[in-house]
T-cell receptor, first 114, second 114 residues
């Protein structure tokens, strides 16, 4: 079946622009996660949904970052007033269980802020 | 707070040989999960193997096995009969038993040479 998909795959934004990154999880998966992966580093947790409920947003680096999953399926990560330090790959993962014990990752969106 | 450390930024191995990747972690919790994920060049992250901390038996998945030393907080990955397709970044990760976010190490870049 189809895996986790993310769009766009690449995004170039000028500093100060707003961006929206989309994640389509595997159908029926309850949990959805967002991670930020800087070049040459391991992914870092941003936020976590169980269905439409955002259970943990402790990893969001500032109030410029906002995530939603209004119908418990597709999720959008929005970054307002982008800055150069936001340049990274943004990974989405989904899991069939509520705890996220087996997370399936998407290909990521590479965001470059110029 | 939990931390995960991978002290080998890069490793290489000859095809068909065995290689061991190291990982240590720090936690005050008694029950948790540990994972190894593989991220091939320009491809998405996939789960290699998972270990539940309450299980004494080391997990194995075909050519991949772990050496889990709970007291030492060590979780190494052994790859036997290395194949060219094993070339990738390998990330060690920790998850609390309640589920939720993965905490990743910095990664080890493994090159398998013909």
């Amino acid at each position: 079946g189809a895996g986790v998909s993310q769009s766009p795959r690449y995004k170039v934004a000028k500093r100060g622009q707003d961006v929206a990154l989309r994640c389509d999880p595997i159908s029926g998966h309850v949990s959805l996660f967002w991670y930020q992966q800087a070049l040459g580093q391991g992914p870092e947790f941003l936020t976590y949904f169980q269905n439409e409920a955002q259970l943990d947003k402790s990893g969001l680096p500032s109030d410029r970052f906002f995530a939603e999953r209004p119908e418990g399926s597709v999720s959008t990560l929005k970054i307002q007033r982008t800055q150069q330090e936001d340049s990274a790959v943004y990974l989405c993962a989904s899991s069939h269980d509520g705890g996220g014990y087996e997370q399936y990752f998407g290909p990521g969106t590479r965001l470059t802020v110029t | 707070a939990q931390t995960v450390t991978q002290s080998q930024p890069e490793m290489s191995v000859q095809e068909a040989e065995t290689v061991t990747l190291s990982c240590t972690y720090d936690t005050s919790e008694n029950n948790y999960y540990l994972f190894w994920y593989k991220q091939p060049p320009s491809r998405q992250m996939i789960l290699v193997i998972r270990q539940e901390a309450y299980k004494q038996q080391n997990a194995t998945e075909n050519r991949f096995s772990v050496n889990f030393q709970k007291a030492a907080k060590s979780f190494s990955l052994k790859i036997s009969d290395s194949q060219l397709g094993d070339t990738a970044m390998y990330f060690c990760a920790f998850m609390r038993v309640q589920g939720g976010k993965l905490i990743f190490g910095q990664g080890t870049e493994l090159s398998v040479k013909p």
